[in-house]
């Protein structure tokens, strides 16, 4: 009854999530649980945060707490993404009871991934999960964090780029290797600002590893194969400037 990419049909999308969230939570129905997750990421492909930031912080929360509930392998560190996403949206001052909500299950999420893989910073859960995801999923990721703090201020800029460039670094190396090809691509993507930014925090990630010739020398074979001309020198010059050494 509804056109299927119109604002009436993606709010009908997520009450379906919503109301199948509390229909598994009242009887533990196992099929509940995907279809609330199919319902919500229906919901996404319409609110997104560009168009629709309110609504789409929501559904990203309401997602979370339906992969937390379902549990299945690498749902955990997803929820964690997503309940990041929804509280880099609410703002306490004027979406109070929303931003608590995340923020509580914000704490559930990540005490129940630090009970399993032990106590980590956030970033670290999120570095194993870029770890573990697909090269297209690894994008997806990183365009969503990277993408965050397009309109933030300079210092939260600094903090949050910094906090995961050490994440990634204390990755093995083979891992980190592993992932720098769709790195590089979403650092293109970025404007110049938060581009400098990234690979500053990067730059200073390498300096402080404990293996620092390895990890420089993969990052530039990973530029050479990964990037061209222009790019090559623009990603060059902007680490050389923050410690990294070309080989």
């Not at 990277?146 to 050490?166: F, I, K, M, W």
């Amino acid at each position: 009854m509804l056109e299927p990419n119109s604002a009436q049909a993606a709010m009908a999308s997520h009450g379906l999530g919503t109301a199948l969230l509390e229909q598994h939570q009242r009887t533990g129905a196992p099929n509940t649980l995907p279809a609330a997750i199919d319902a919500i990421h229906q919901t996404l492909t319409v609110f997104t945060v560009a168009a629709f930031p309110f609504q789409h912080a929501i559904a990203r929360h309401s997602l979370a707490v339906a992969l937390e509930r379902r549990d299945e392998p690498g749902d955990l560190a997803s929820a964690l993404h997503h309940v990041e996403a929804a509280l880099s949206v609410f703002d306490p001052r004027l979406h109070t009871a929303q931003w608590r909500t995340a923020s509580d299950a914000l704490q559930r999420i990540t005490g129940a991934l630090d009970d399993r893989h032990g106590p980590r910073p956030r970033t670290s859960h999120a570095a194993h999960h870029l770890a573990a995801a697909t090269p297209p999923e690894r994008t997806t990721l990183l365009r969503d964090r990277l993408g965050r703090l397009v309109d933030q201020p300079e210092p939260a800029v600094r903090q949050a780029t910094g906090s995961l460039a050490n994440a990634l670094v204390e990755l093995p190396l083979d891992t980190y290797r592993q992932m720098l090809p769709e790195l590089l691509h979403v650092l293109m993507e970025l404007p110049d600002a938060l581009l400098e930014a990234t690979a500053a925090a990067i730059g200073g990630a390498h300096l402080a590893a404990s293996d620092t010739e390895s990890r420089d020398r993969a990052l530039d074979e990973a530029i050479h194969d990964t990037l061209f001309g222009p790019q090559r020198v623009r990603v060059r010059d902007l680490l050389e400037a923050n410690g990294w050494t070309r080989w």
